[in-house]
């Protein structure tokens, strides 16, 4: 697919300051927590917001609130006011929307779509672009609430971009006006680059979660002060040094520890203790490769973390 001759949009060096795109007509399909955070955005950095599509009511509320004036309109009409779209619907749901917008006739050549999926790429925007649209995949690595507090949260906010080299200046250019850092992601890993983040950020939560409920059964009563210092250290020594950061009773072959903990999870949260097992296999892994504990060790440690029981 070619775009160089059909997009009107010069956005020059992203990286220059005193470049600024020219001013757009923005569309926002889906109106969940991202969606208006990034349309607030661009209206700060003096794009237009003209209209947006939501389906219920809390997310026809968070539109009103984040782009308060902005018509309410079906998707087929949202594309017809913009130069650019946004579509900030869920995963599962962009190629059917892509594919109903294109057969129905209302993707206008020349036209930016943009949508902020982490799974996807801009193969998905494939019937729009057939029909002339522009296509861009900005995915913003950050988690929203649906307030206010998501726009200015978004400074220096990495963004995934993908787009056709000849748009890779007016994707990175979009990046950097709603003030993130563009992180330029081949089409064919953005899967692979999605799920890093996934198995990143949401399993931490589940962790972290896990850890609290562990904690308030053993009568802290504010067990988020408690892990606070200690988690913060954790994951800033991991994103300096790694593997090298881990410590504990699995990364020093503390066999005994393991085995008790392991025998009181059982009595009060066993669900809990499938995730400890698990997690603990996988760190007991990772500290043999990198050569802070033995072969030995991690084979007994395999062994308690294999029995039946637990």
Known sequence: MSTSDRTDFDFGDPSDPGNRPARLAVGVVGTGRVGPALGAALQLAGHRVVAASGVSAVSRRRAE??????????????????????????????????????????????????????????????????????????????????????????????????????LRPVAEALVVEMGGEPEWVPEDVRVLYHTALAHGANHLVTLVAQAMELLRTAGVAEPGQLLGPLLGAALDNTLRAGDAALTGPVARGDVGTVRRHLDRLATVAPDIGQAYRAMARATAQRAVRGGSLGAEPAAALLDVLNEEKH
């Open 65 to 166: 609130a984040l782009l308060p004036g902005v018509r309410l309109v079906s998707p087929p009409q949202v594309l017809a006011a913009a130069d650019l779209v946004l579509l900030t619907v869920p995963d599962d749901a962009l190629a059917d929307l892509v594919a109903g917008l294109a057969s129905t006739g209302a993707v206008r050549p020349g036209q930016l779509l943009a949508h902020t999926s982490g799974a996807h790429g801009v193969a998905v925007l494939e019937p729009a672009a057939r029909a002339g649209a522009l296509p861009l995949a900005l995915h913003p690595a950050m988690t929203f609430t649906g307030t206010s507090v998501d726009v200015a949260r978004l400074a220096g906010c990495p963004f995934g971009v993908t787009a056709p080299e000849e």
